[in-house]
């Protein structure tokens, strides 16, 4: 696991959504410990303002029971 990434034994668990002509989303509830940055720009052409780092020496990250909502509408 590279440094700001999900273990791929968490993300492998993850719940997947296919979706026509985009690429396929993933979800799910995480329990992490991570560092937190700010103060500088971050991410695609750096549109974002903080970030989230999860440590690759120490990774501490749990998946946590949950089920998506339905979007079906009876």
């Not at 995480?30 to 560092?35: E, K, P, S």
């Not at 937190?36 to 052409?45: I, V």
């Not at 780092?53 to 339905?70: D, R």
């Amino acid at each position: 696991m590279a440094e700001g990434g999900l273990p791929k034994a968490i993300f492998d668990r993850l719940y997947t959504e296919s979706r026509p002509n985009f690429a396929p989303a993933y979800y799910g509830k995480l329990r992490i410990t991570a560092r937190f940055d700010y103060g500088s720009t971050y991410g695609h052409l750096g549109g974002f303002r903080y970030q989230i780092v999860i440590s690759a020496i120490q990774p501490q990250v749990e998946l946590v029971p949950w089920s998506p909502q339905s979007t079906t509408t009876k």
